[in-house]
C-alpha cells in the first residue's frame, strides 16, 4: 500500500507562486510515475502534469504549461510542483497520484485518472484576484 500527503496549498494573489509538495511512503517511490490533478468546486478533475519515474519526461496540461514545474527526489521519495503566475482559475484541490504504466507523449495515458493507482486527500489552492 502506498500513501500520499500533499502540502503546501494555501491563498495567494494572482501573479503569485505556490509550491506543492506531496510525500509518499514505501520503498518503491521511483518505479511510480507521479501525476498531480485539480478539482474545482463543480468541475470534473484535471490532468495538471506529471513526471516520469526517473524524472527524464515531464508532462503539462496545456493551461499550465510555462506556468508550473514538476519535479521529483527519488531519495526522498517526494514530488513538487512549482506554480507560478498564478491565476484565479487555478483555484482548485490539487491531487497529487502514483501509478505504474507505461506512457508518452503518443498514448498520453499520463492523463487519465484511472491509470493512477494511489491518491493524496488534496491540498486547497485559493488564487484571489
Known amino acids: 500500500q502506498v500513501q500520499l500527503v500533499e502540502s503546501g496549498g494555501g491563498l495567494v494573489q494572482a501573479g503569485g507562486s505556490l509550491r506543492l509538495s506531496c510525500v509518499t511512503s514505501g520503498r518503491t517511490f521511483s518505479t511510480y510515475t507521479m501525476g498531480w490533478f485539480r478539482q474545482a468546486p463543480g468541475k470534473e478533475r484535471d490532468f495538471v502534469a506529471a513526471?516520469?519515474?526517473?524524472?527524464?519526461?515531464?508532462y503539462y496540461a496545456d493551461s499550465v504549461k510555462g506556468r508550473f514545474i514538476i519535479s521529483r527526489d527519488n531519495a526522498k521519495n517526494t514530488v513538487f510542483l512549482q506554480m507560478n503566475s498564478l491565476k484565479p482559475e487555478d483555484t482548485a484541490a490539487y491531487y497529487c497520484a502514483a501509478g505504474r504504466f507505461y506512457s508518452s507523449i503518443y498514448n498520453k495515458n499520463y492523463e487519465l485518472g484511472s491509470r493512477y493507482d494511489y491518491w493524496g486527500q488534496g491540498t486547497q489552492v485559493t488564487v484571489s484576484s
Open positions: 513526471i516520469s519515474p526517473s524524472g527524464g519526461s515531464t
